[in-house]
């Protein structure tokens, strides 16, 4: 129970900060460049201010498509699995994590950048797995998440401004970019610790590629300690997405007190 809570406090936090770059927006059209079963797989390199760098491969996918009370919604899907940088190569950190994601079709077809602040129609329903263990499903998860980051006192700050464009080479190939600046901060409580996030990035996105992210430059200071990420495409395709879910999901019990509903 303890690290399904993790990975929804994580989750939340994504949903959370990508959600707030409301001073700016992107300009992309998703349903023109991810079709269903598309996917796209990039790799996040954190190094931290001892020169250690945790390197986290990342799938995401767009699994289909479903009608609920006569309103469209969509299914996608993210893999997470987690390496630290040793001598001798990479040591896997835990198991991958598998989290599955209903929202709204609305949500995509809109201002992504402030759509995503929006958590009743971002998550209607999660279904979270790690690694070979029971998948859980959240119900109402984006009414859970909003009460989440109201607990932790989450507060995001965040300008996204449009800089031109780039030709960008990363892994997966070449492509035509839109390149965006982004600078701003965010703080939260978690359990006694305060955490304190100043951060200033550079992002290319490109309607050549589903989901758009081509790469991601980024640097923070964590609690006043500098740690720099880059985030970088390394394959991508149009069909052939399919769920890493297995088994029947249970419900995860509702937690209204601790989460305000």
């Known amino acids: 129970m303890r690290k399904t809570f993790l990975i929804v406090l994580g989750l939340c936090a994504v949903i959370s900060l990508g ?3 409301a001073a700016g927006t992107i300009d992309f059209n998703f349903e ?8 796209q797989e990039r790799e996040q390199t954190m190094t931290d201010e001892d020169g250690k760098q945790i390197v986290t491969v990342m799938r995401i996918s767009y699994l289909g498509e479903e009608e609920r009370e006569g309103e469209p919604y969509v299914w996608t899907e993210m893999e997470m699995n ?3 940088v040793k001598k001798k190569g990479r040591k896997p950190q835990g198991d991958p994590v598998y989290i599955k994601i209903l929202m709204k079709k609305s949500v995509l077809e809109g201002d992504i950048a402030n759509a995503l602040g929006n958590f009743n129609d971002m998550a209607t329903e999660v279904i979270m797995q790690a690694g070979d263990s029971q998948p859980m499903r959240i119900k109402g998860a984006g009414s859970m998440m909003g009460g989440m980051t109201k607990a932790i006192g989450l507060k995001v700050s965040y300008t996204l401004t449009k800089d031109g464009a780039e030709s960008m080479t990363v ?3 070449t492509f035509e970019c839109d390149r965006y600046r982004g600078q701003g901060s965010s703080s939260a409580k978690v359990v006694f ?7 200033t990035s550079s992002q290319w996105i490109s309607s050549e590629v589903p989901f758009g992210i081509v790469k991601i430059v980024s640097d923070d200071m964590v609690n006043g300690d500098p ?11 149009l ?13 995860m019990p509702a937690m209204p007190k601790l989460f305000g509903g």
């Open 19 to 21: 959600g707030t770059a």
């Open 32 to 39: 023109e460049s991810t079709p269903v079963g598309s996917w």
């Open 82 to 84: 987690s390496f630290k």
């Open 171 to 173: 892994p997966a190939g």
């Open 193 to 199: 610790k305060k955490i304190k996030v100043e951060s």
């Open 227 to 237: 740690q720099h990420s880059e985030t970088v495409l390394i394959g991508f395709g």
């Open 239 to 251: 069909s052939g997405a399919t769920s890493k879910i297995t088994g029947e999901p249970m419900d």
